[in-house]
């Protein structure tokens, strides 16, 4: 069973920072290519960061510079490093599989707010 542990969410100040993780199960980790998604409020789910299992990286324009993925294989973890918040970065954020594995986990809350 996929399943998928996202945690680190929280309120911060535009211009601040947060780090989410999520710790990913059942599958194959450290084969398998992983994404990081956002949703924000009356929006579509949109494409944040993505790194392959040799780790290489891309981003969505809108993130570019501001937010970096990484990858943890012993723990089986994905990392998305937010620095230089916006309040259009306000969002649910959920992390998956690519491709994607059909398995969604409950996400996480990013709030950029004064």
């Known amino acids: 069973q996929v399943q998928f542990v996202e945690s680190g969410g929280g309120l911060v100040q535009p211009g601040g920072s947060l780090r989410l993780s999520c710790a990913a199960s059942?599958?194959?980790?450290?084969?398998?290519?992983m994404v990081w998604y956002r949703q924000a409020p009356g929006k579509q789910r949109e494409l944040v960061a993505g790194i392959t299992r040799g780790g290489s990286t891309n981003y969505a324009d809108s993130v570019k510079g501001r937010f970096t993925i990484s990858r943890d294989n012993a723990k089986n973890t994905v990392y998305l490093q937010m620095i230089s918040l916006k309040p259009e970065d306000t969002a649910v954020y959920y992390c998956?599989?690519?491709?994607?594995?059909?398995?969604w986990g409950q996400g996480t809350q990013v709030t950029v707010s004064s």
């Open positions: 059942g599958i194959i980790f450290s084969w398998t290519g």
């Open positions: 998956n599989a690519q491709p994607n594995s059909g398995s």
